[in-house]
C-alpha cells in the first residue's frame, strides 16, 4: 500500500513539473529566438525547431537535434568557458547570460 501511494505522489510530482517547465517555456519563447531543454550532460533533450531554423539546417535529420550536446553549436574557443559556466555557476547567480559564437550547421 506504501509503495502504491509514493507511486501515485510521484507521478502527480512529475505531472506538475511538467506543465511547470510548458508554462515556463510557453513565457520564453515569444522573448528568445530558441528555447531548449538540456540535461545534466547539456544534451538537447527534444528536437527544437527554432534552433534548427537558427543553425540553418535546411533538411532534419530524423530525431533532429535530440540528443545533441549543445556545446556542438558554438565555436570551439567558446566550448571550454560555455561549459564551466553552465555546470559549475556561481551559487549567488539565479540567471545566466551567455555571450558566445554559435555555428550553423555547415560549421561557419
Known sequence: ?????????????????????????????????????LDQGLKLTQDSGQLSSMLLQTAPKVGGLAGKSL?????EG?????SEQVLNPV?????LALNADMLDSDFN
Open 1 to 37: 500500500r506504501q509503495l502504491i501511494h509514493e507511486n501515485a505522489l510521484l507521478k502527480v510530482n512529475l505531472q506538475k513539473r511538467s506543465v511547470e517547465l510548458g508554462a515556463v517555456s510557453s513565457l520564453l519563447t515569444p522573448c528568445y529566438d530558441a528555447v531548449v531543454e
Open 71 to 75: 556545446l556542438d553549436f558554438f565555436s
Open 78 to 82: 567558446d566550448r571550454k568557458r560555455i
Open 91 to 95: 551559487e549567488s547567480v539565479s540567471v
